[in-house]
């Protein structure tokens, strides 16, 4: 069973940062296409920032400029630096890998066609 483990979530003032941290299978960050994913009260989950098996980034709008996905295999550990962080970014975020490796601006907006999830770490920022 393929398992995600996040960390790093916390609460912060506006302007804040954070860097949230998922620690995969080492098969995990080497074929599959991985991402965050979050979901505020009463919203749909939305795509954050998906990274594919070929190397390709894709950001949601609302984050570019602010926050950076990143991967580093030697351990198996994908990343999401968020910076300059406002009140809208409060959420439960939700590292994710799609097995298919399939791309990454398919992905971002396809979270129901993700089949693997973590456990989800809260983010709270304060005005």
Do not use: H
Request: net charge positive; glycine share 10%; proline share 2%.
């Amino acid at each position: 069973q393929v398992q995600l483990v996040e960390s790093g979530g916390g609460s912060v003032q506006a302007g804040g940062s954070l860097r949230l941290s998922c620690v995969a299978s080492a098969y995990i960050i080497n074929t599959a296409s991985m991402g965050w994913f979050r979901q505020a009260p009463g919203k749909a989950r939305e795509g954050v920032a998906v990274f594919d098996n070929v190397g390709t980034i894709t950001y949601a709008d609302s984050v570019k400029g602010r926050f950076t996905i990143s991967k580093d295999n030697a351990k198996n550990t994908l990343y999401l630096q968020m910076n300059n962080l406002s009140p809208e970014d409060t959420a439960m975020y939700y590292c994710a890998a799609d097995k298919e490796a399939r791309a990454s601006w398919w992905l971002l907006v396809r979270p129901a066609q993700i089949g693997v999830w973590g456990q989800g770490t809260q983010v709270t920022v304060s005005s």
